[in-house]
């Protein structure tokens, strides 16, 4: 088996977990900027985890043989204080000719409040100012539609963005075609509660078809798995997918997604 993890926080992951994904046939990990599980208390927090995501986890990843690229922004967590967001945002761009960085992200919504709309339509903005692609976080559970339709209503918005250079990440059963019908890309995160399970996720990719669909983990500090990818292949299996059909979800569509930046490469 061969899979890419397109969304896995891999600096609250250990070695031992780098060690498993390369074991179950991991060929790269993809880690978008996300909330710290704290509110960090001002723009140089920012900055030393932008450095420590370009730097740093790329070189801890590579001691396993694993290309590791990432995703920048505020978070939309944090994104309520909106001074802070505006400091961070002034120095994203000097981050974004690092070689691992595929784009902005995860941006999105949390609580569907006014100020992260305004730091989302901001990175929007910044995203189109400077030719990136874009990762976004959808809101959790009772948030989740309200905040997708508010999303996906911004990016159209936009005449410059282009739906398939854009992922909408942790899509569910009463999300997933609204984001497919507007021509983005859907993630599903595989969780052990909440989210996705891999049951779920499985039974999304029957009913709606893989063709603009990949799959990710997720893992970050709170439970969860850094295998579920694999796991998730492994069940699929157990239902009768064919390998060929399992390859192009778990490794083919991440591939196809991520090289639209040149900068996405395996070993
Ligand atoms: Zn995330």
Known sequence: MRYIEPHGHMVSRTTDDYEAMLTAGCAAVCEPAF????????????????CQLTDYEPKRA??????????????????????????????????????????????????????????????????????????????????????????VDLLKADARVQPGRVIIDHVEEHTIQHVLDAGFWAGITLYPESKTTPPRAIDMFEVYGGQSVWLNSACDWGRSDPLAVPKTALEMRRRGHSDATIDALIYGNPIRFLSQNPRFHLR
């Open 62 to 151: 590579a001691k396993f043989g694993l290309p590791h690229f990432t995703w920048l922004c505020i978070n939309p967590k944090e994104s309520e204080d909106t001074a802070l967001a505006a400091d961070v945002l002034g120095i994203v761009p000097e981050f974004l000719e690092r070689p691992n960085v595929l784009g902005i992200g995860e941006i999105g919504l949390n609580k569907n409040t006014r100020n992260e709309m305004k730091v989302l339509e901001q990175h929007i903005d910044l995203a189109m100012r400077h030719g990136q692609m874009i990762l976004v976080h959808t809101p959790h559970l009772e948030d989740k539609l309200k905040g997708t339709r508010l999303i």
């Open 35 to 50: 909330w710290a599980g704290y509110d960090r208390s001002g723009v140089q927090g920012f900055y030393d985890y932008f």
